[in-house]
């Protein structure tokens, strides 16, 4: 089966930490586009009137950017199934300016929708300091656990076991790479040869790029950014920058030192094309063919086809990465101060249904946190035409289940920001040593964190 539309939203995912919304067309149609206002209106967003809604229950569903449940029709499919209910979405575009009215909301207890998205970079807060606030979910009829990844149950789950959050969709990384500039340096380019290569070790992802750089073709690298390769490979770890405890432990996590090493010797190498991601530079290196290979969750497959453009098309595939990996995903919550919360959580269990999430993937490329969702058609079958007919559904499928239970903590944002912004970029870019990046990341950390 092949996927009509696919729509990157990238939902305060890059570093820029600005809502950027694209849709791709895979097999033809016109391009769709969302955007919204910063401007708050009722219930705290955008929304329209409920004016001659008399008799009917009225539920607000409150996100950030083009989130999709919208555009890929699903309001639409629910009202006309219980048309007793009118729903109206209020929008702020940017999630930086959405999050902090959420907090200021809550505390108060009004100018709440009656759902409200989460991001993940925000999830850890929520549960730790917002779940009293907030229904428990978990217990709502038709919610499964054993639906849902266990991973990203595990997210919107607080500490003392109640779950605020259902998750609407995943970010399981793979790795986008050019088929013809594969060939050109002596490599393989088949995927499942490809994914071969580095299976199991991203480690083995550099041995690849020094052999690609060996024989690469003139003006290109091996892959985009040192800092993206550093965000994959810390996306794959169950503890990253906080423990169990809550403690911040990123400056002696093994882990996110071997993921900044490994991004490090990348710079060293001159396997990067020295890009920042979600940049001028970045958008001009996919044109241009810049470099072979980028980290790639589901929702940038939109993006690299919309940036590449129709000079891409067949020349891009995606392959494996060397170990699963998560960049992205966002939650639904009922606030306890919502006016309709039986019909709000009922909403929200049937917007984050397997059913919904595997339209919701095929309309709109959000794939799905409910693992029970893989096995049916719209994902199982999922191939991308401008990917070489990519079997993506098959490949994110796999990737997701490998994730880890991954601690978060409510500061891992800025956190990651100033690893990959103040740090990494600076050896990337300007040749810095790996120690003095990491001197200075540290430094920015401490100081925005006040330690």
């Not at 696919?6 to 769709?32: D, F």
């Not at 058609?377 to 239970?405: C, Q, R």
Request: charged share 20%.
């Amino acid at each position: 089966m092949q996927i009509t539309r696919i729509t990157a939203l990238r939902r305060n995912r890059s570093r820029t930490a600005v809502a950027w919304t694209s849709a791709a067309v895979l097999l033809g149609g016109a391009l769709l586009s969302g955007c919204a206002s910063d401007d708050p209106g009722p219930a705290g967003g955008t929304g329209s009137s409920a004016a001659g809604q008399k008799g009917k229950t009225v539920l607000k569903v409150g996100v950030f950017g083009a989130f999709g449940l919208k555009e890929a029709g699903l309001y639409d499919q629910y009202m006309k199934e219980n048309p007793d209910v009118v729903i109206e979405q209020n929008s702020i575009e940017r999630n930086e300016n959405y999050y902090p009215q959420l907090l200021n909301h809550l505390t108060s207890g009004s100018g709440l929708s009656d759902i409200q998205a989460v991001e993940i970079n925000n999830i850890a807060e929520i549960t730790a300091t917002q779940s009293a606030k907030l229904m428990d979910l978990g217990k709502v009829a038709g919610v499964r656990k054993d639906a849902f990844l266990p991973w990203k149950w595990a997210q919107g789950t607080s500490k003392d076991g109640k779950t605020v959050g259902l998750g609407t969709d995943v970010g399981p990384m793979g790795l986008c790479y050019r088929k013809d500039l594969f060939e050109k340096a002596g490599l393989p380019t088949d995927r499942e040869a490809v994914g071969k290569l580095w299976a199991g070790d991203w480690k083995k992802y550099l041995e690849v790029g020094k052999r690609y750089q060996a024989k690469a073709p003139d003006g290109t690298k091996f892959l985009d950014s040192a800092a993206g390769l550093m965000a994959a490979v810390t996306g794959g770890s169950e503890q990253r920058y906080y423990d169990a405890d809550g403690k911040v432990v990123y400056k002696t996590n093994p882990v996110v030192k071997e993921a900044w090493d490994i991004a490090a010797e990348a710079a060293g190498a001159g396997l990067t094309a020295k890009h920042q991601q979600f940049q001028k530079g970045w958008d001009q290196g996919f044109a241009n063919g810049q470099f072979a290979t980028v980290s790639c969750p589901p929702w940038m497959l939109g993006y690299i086809q919309d940036k590449a453009g129709d000079a891409g098309k067949g020349k891009w595939d995606v392959a494996a990465a060397p170990k699963p990996s998560n960049w992205g995903g966002a939650f639904l919550t009922v606030p306890e101060a919502g006016k309709n919360k039986a019909a709000a959580a009922k909403l929200a269990a049937w917007l984050t249904a397997p059913e919904q999430q595997a339209k919701f993937f095929a309309e709109r490329g959000s794939f799905p946190s409910a693992q029970a969702a893989y096995t049916m058609p719209e994902v199982s079958g999922a191939k991308h035409a401008y990917f070489n007919d990519a079997p993506i559904g098959t490949i994110f499928s796999a990737a997701a289940k490998g994730v880890p239970v991954q601690i978060l903590g409510p500061k891992d944002l800025v956190i990651a920001q100033n690893l990959a912004d103040i740090g990494m970029l600076q050896v990337d870019q300007k040749g810095r040593s790996s120690e003095d990046g990491w001197n200075a990341a540290v430094k920015a950390i401490d100081n925005a964190l006040d330690q």
